[in-house]
């Protein structure tokens, strides 16, 4: 198969397909090309879907059109040790009411529906062919090999939206050949079968409402944290962990899966469910100091191929920045089509508009969270922190209480020490 196209995009995840939507709305002739046999079939996350204010622009009625799970109305963060737990959770009237905060989501549907829309507005969509190749005219980028299909595509702009590992930034010199193991996580899901009444009573929920809790101390000690979110008539729970940290502890993430669920604070939450599948995938945590170059000549980097991903340790978003990227990437190469000019230069207006966006302004202003994250205190002395002191307030033995301010200092003394508490609090207040 050999064809042209004014643009081609690779990778139809979310930001592939947000940005072939934006190009086939501006007429561009615009290629999609997915390695997978539909968009979406292996891709996977959390997860919570984040509001989209680019695609509410172009349909209105988004949230009504997609294919969503349950809107979520409750978070919650417990601290877990061996045996104790300490839990909390917000759940603001607002988050109940529409514009909903945030929904579960399963990838396959939502990523399939979001590509099918780009081919409605007219791109060509072309799956189970996988990019191997990046094919040069003049020293310039001028289209690709694919290797399910056999043959070239031509453009004179490409969009790399083929995730973390993007083949294409590497292979265009936009970013390192290697990355830093301290910058990217892996996540590891396990998807539990469970009837809707069920969940909705466990979790305290009613009609469509869902609950998203996080959990720190659940990890053995690997820098990392777990996550559980309810869709209609499932569980999505698993831990994402620091590729460093996980490396030298020795351990496996599916070992340490299996040991998430069985403790006594987490089986509980999942007794009944049956496990129907289990997943894996990286994210690019670095934020803002592991992004690549944005542009180069007949090039644009998009999604988590560009490292768009906000890991703060309260939120994780990704998809909402992947989308946002892409639709951007798709306003700025249909205005290069019209001049004619497809230089690195000319591109330049995409990084414009991402200076301008919420992506580039929350990923510089978090800048800091990633380093903050790599410390090991937070994943096990913290959580054996808050469980202690939270016991001895609501032990009532029938003996004088101690003082509250002399236990804080007292339990803070003797799991991290007054110079680290410090230090983390100077910490966090930089970073958040
Ligand atoms: C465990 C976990 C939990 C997460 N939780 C959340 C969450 O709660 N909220 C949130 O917003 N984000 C979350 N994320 C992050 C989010 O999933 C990503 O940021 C988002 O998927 C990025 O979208 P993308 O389109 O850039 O890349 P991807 O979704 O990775 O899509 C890339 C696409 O490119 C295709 N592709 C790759 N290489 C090629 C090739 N050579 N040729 C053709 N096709 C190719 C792939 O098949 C895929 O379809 C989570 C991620 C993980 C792993």
């Given at each position: 198969?050999?064809?042209?196209?004014?643009?081609?995009?690779?990778?139809?995840g979310?930001?592939?397909?947000?940005?072939?939507?934006?190009?086939?709305?501006?007429?561009?002739?615009?290629?999609?090309?997915?390695?997978?046999?539909?968009?979406g079939?292996k891709n996977m996350f959390g997860g919570?879907?984040?509001?989209?204010?680019?695609?509410?622009?172009?349909?209105?009625?988004?949230?009504?059109?997609?294919?969503?799970?349950?809107?979520?109305?409750?978070?919650?963060?417990?601290?877990?040790?061996?045996?104790?737990?300490?839990?909390?959770?917000?759940?603001?009237?607002?988050?109940?009411?529409?514009?909903?905060?945030?929904?579960?989501?399963?990838r396959?549907?939502?990523?399939?529906?979001?590509?099918?829309?780009?081919?409605?507005?007219?791109?060509?969509?072309?799956?189970?062919?996988?990019?191997?190749?990046?094919?040069?005219?003049?020293?310039?980028?001028?289209?690709?090999?694919?290797?399910?299909?056999?043959?070239?595509?031509?453009?004179?702009?490409?969009?790399?939206?083929?995730g973390v590992l993007?083949?294409?930034?590497?292979?265009?010199?936009?970013?390192?050949?290697?990355?830093?193991?301290?910058?990217i996580a892996v996540g590891v899901k396990?998807?539990?079968?469970?009837?809707?009444?069920?969940?909705?009573?466990?979790?305290?929920?009613?009609?469509?409402?869902?609950?998203?809790?996080?959990?720190?101390?659940?990890?053995?000690?690997?820098?990392?944290?777990?996550?559980?979110?309810?869709?209609?008539?499932?569980?999505?729970?698993g831990l994402v962990f620091?590729l460093?940290?996980?490396?030298?502890?020795?351990?496996?993430p599916?070992?340490?899966?299996?040991?998430?669920?069985?403790?006594?604070?987490?089986?509980?939450?999942?007794?009944?469910?049956?496990?129907?599948?289990y997943s894996a995938h990286l994210i690019p945590e670095?934020?803002?100091?592991?992004?690549?170059?944005?542009?180069?000549?007949?090039?644009?980097?998009?999604?988590d191929?560009?490292?768009?991903c906000?890991?703060?340790?309260?939120?994780l978003?990704g998809?909402?920045?992947?989308?946002?990227?892409?639709?951007?990437?798709?306003?700025?190469?249909?205005?290069?089509?019209?001049?004619?000019?497809?230089?690195?230069?000319?591109?330049?207006?995409?990084?414009?508009?991402?200076?301008?966006?919420?992506?580039?302004?929350?990923?510089?202003?978090?800048?800091?969270?990633?380093?903050?994250?790599?410390?090991?205190?937070?994943?096990?002395?913290?959580?054996?922190?808050?469980?202690?002191?939270?016991?001895?307030?609501?032990?009532?033995?029938?003996?004088?209480?101690?003082?509250?301010?002399?236990?804080?200092?007292?339990?803070?003394?003797?799991?991290?020490?007054?110079?680290?508490?410090?230090?983390?609090?100077?910490?966090?207040?930089?970073?958040?």
């Amino acid at each position: 198969m050999n064809r042209n196209f004014q643009a081609i995009v690779v990778g139809a995840g979310p930001a592939g397909s947000a940005s072939a939507l934006s190009m086939a709305r501006a007429g561009l002739d615009v290629a999609l090309v997915e390695r997978g046999t539909f968009p979406g079939e292996k891709n996977m996350f959390g997860g919570m879907l984040h509001r989209l204010p680019g695609l509410e622009e172009i349909f209105p009625d988004f949230w009504d059109r997609a294919p969503l799970e349950r809107h979520i109305v409750k978070k919650g963060v417990s601290f877990l040790t061996g045996d104790s737990s300490f839990n909390t959770v917000i759940e603001p009237g607002s988050f109940d009411r529409t514009p909903y905060n945030g929904y579960t989501i399963f990838r396959p549907r939502f990523d399939n529906w979001l590509a099918q829309e780009a081919v409605n507005a007219g791109a060509t969509l072309i799956t189970s062919a996988t990019v191997d190749e990046l094919v040069y005219k003049s020293g310039r980028p001028d289209g690709v090999t694919i290797v399910g299909r056999q043959g070239e595509l031509h453009a004179p702009v490409i969009v790399a939206a083929d995730g973390v590992l993007s083949f294409l930034a590497k292979k265009a010199g936009l970013r390192q050949p290697v990355f830093d193991p301290g910058q990217i996580a892996v996540g590891v899901k396990a998807l539990l079968d469970m009837p809707r009444e069920l969940i909705d009573e466990r979790f305290g929920l009613a009609r469509d409402q869902g609950f998203a809790n996080e959990f720190v101390g659940c990890t053995e000690g690997v820098r990392g944290g777990g996550f559980l979110y309810t869709n209609y008539d499932s569980l999505s729970i698993g831990l994402v962990f620091h590729l460093g940290s996980l490396r030298t502890s020795g351990k496996t993430p599916y070992d340490l899966l299996n040991e998430f669920l069985k403790q006594p604070q987490v089986a509980k939450l999942v007794r009944g469910g049956r496990i129907l599948e289990y997943s894996a995938h990286l994210i690019p945590e670095g934020g803002y100091d592991m992004m690549p170059e944005l542009t180069g000549d007949g090039i644009l980097v998009t999604g988590d191929a560009a490292a768009l991903c906000n890991a703060t340790g309260l939120n994780l978003e990704g998809i909402n920045l992947a989308v946002e990227s892409g639709l951007l990437a798709g306003k700025a190469v249909a205005e290069v089509c019209r001049k004619g000019d497809f230089s690195k230069r000319s591109l330049e207006v995409y990084k414009e508009l991402m200076n301008e966006s919420h992506v580039m302004k929350d990923l510089k202003q978090y800048r800091k969270a990633p380093h903050m994250l790599h410390n090991d205190r937070i994943y096990s002395a913290y959580p054996e922190l808050v469980c202690q002191i939270m016991e001895q307030i609501y032990r009532i033995e029938g003996t004088s209480k101690k003082n509250l301010t002399k236990l804080f200092i007292q339990s803070a003394k003797e799991k991290i020490g007054l110079g680290n508490l410090a230090a983390d609090a100077f910490s966090a207040w930089r970073s958040l």
